[in-house]
């Protein structure tokens, strides 16, 4: 496949094949993925979906997906035949990141790192289906889906000004808590406030450096501080309706004469029977997702102010798997449509009517982590931002799980990490191997691209303190 490089930052892969738009990938010569990984093709491939706008975007931190790759942005036009894809969200569903800011500065956390790990980690439910920060009942689980983190709010979890800080307001609209499945409900029911496994995590770091003073005062960040990140999603219960609804699309594409380049892209279109469903169940898996970071925030807070006497307060929550219905003008015109940002986050630009009002001049908090032994970032939507006012999501993966396990010992990683002052707590060797720093692209690379490319700018720049892995 060829790519055109159009800017240091921008690479074209020219329309062929079954291409109804060209693939644009944000990314620097040696960010690019390399050719045999298939995440290009990928990119061509989601090209080919009927109503797709624009380009198919890969964003600096791409690499290959289920359908699409992670880092993949599409949209496409709903009035005109657009699809949704759920391969285009990925399995777990609204998976994001949640900040959170404490009034202590790290030269103060050193002597109390050990006692606020050990906290977070008993705080802290974690691996696959054990444990839950919030048992609730079937009844609780289905206003859950419709209020996501007003739910929460609602019944004393955190406060009020919390729901400013999330994307959203805390909760999508159009959530329908009837289109999920039972079997995705009961996967659902016993896992509000659990991190999950692998690749999930909270995380005890501290501002390293910050680029933009201004925009840092405004998220609340400073110079030292001590903050907390939460990295996860939706659980089984979304990856049971992303299982649930490819299934469904996958079974009715011949009926309605759709195809595409690959099976894994199964997709109906936005306003049919299919797709109505799956985003009506899409969005109740979302606000699951944001419920199951804040009321998991909200644990970790208790921790942090048992131990230091100071709580923590919400810097911003965002997600980076999701497809949304969102007016951009297109070619001059106003047009509905479907958005899908899968390892991609949406970047709000300053004045944006979405933002809340304190942030609206600043642009929207975009919270990307990079590793548990590297840095992680916070970063701000710009305005013209490219890709539908997206970015990147991460770091983004150089090795598979798999490749990761094979060459990562992982107790001289734990080792090293312990050695650099980062207190790791609950992983199993292969957990901690399959997300060891090395097996991950250079984050600061990564954010330096996105930001030359004109997605976003950075802010500021955090570093590990410690580490509680899903
Ligand atoms: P994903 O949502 O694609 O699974 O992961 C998002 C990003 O999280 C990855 O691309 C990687 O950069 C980052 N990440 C994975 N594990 C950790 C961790 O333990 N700590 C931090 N700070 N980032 C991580
Ligand atoms: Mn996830
Ligand atoms: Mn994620």
Known sequence: ???????????????????????????????????????????????????????????????????????????????????????????DISCGVRLLAADLDRSEFGHVAEKVLNGLSRATPRGAGRGAVWQL????????????SRYAVERGWGVQRDLERCEDGG???????????????DRGLGQVGSLGSGNHFLEVQAVDEIYDEGLAGAFGLRPGQVCVMIHCGSRGLGHQICTDHVRRMDESMADRGLSVPDRQLACAPVDSAEGRAYLGAMAAAANYARANRHVLGVAAGEVVREVTGRGLDLVYDISHNLAKIESHEVEGHRRTLCVHRKGATRALPPGHPELPPDLREAGQPVLIPGSMGTASHVLAGVAGGDAFHSTCHGAGRTQSRHQAVRTIDARRLRRELEHSGIVVRG??????????????????????VAEGAGLCRRVARLVPLGVVKG
């Open 137 to 148: 009942s079937r009844d609780g689980l289905e206003h859950l889906l419709a209020e996501g």
């Open 427 to 448: 992983s199993s060797a292969r957990g901690l191997a399959e997300e060891a720093p090395t097996a991950y692209k250079d984050v600061d690379a990564v954010v330096a």
């Open 1 to 91: 496949m060829e790519l055109v490089e159009e800017t240091p930052f921008r690479f074209r892969i020219e329309p062929h094949g079954a291409m109804r738009v060209p693939g644009v990938v944000f990314a620097s010569r040696r960010l690019l993925p390399p050719k045999d990984d298939g995440s290009l093709t990928q990119v061509a491939n989601v090209a080919a979906l009927p109503g797709i706008v624009r380009a198919s975007y890969a964003m600096p931190d791409m690499h290959w997906g289920y359908g699409f790759p992670i880092g993949g942005v599409a949209a496409t036009d709903v009035r005109a035949g657009g699809v949704v894809s759920p391969g285009g969200v990925g399995f």
């Open 171 to 185: 909760a999508v609209d159009d959530a329908e808590p009837g289109r999920v499945s039972a079997r995705a409900l």
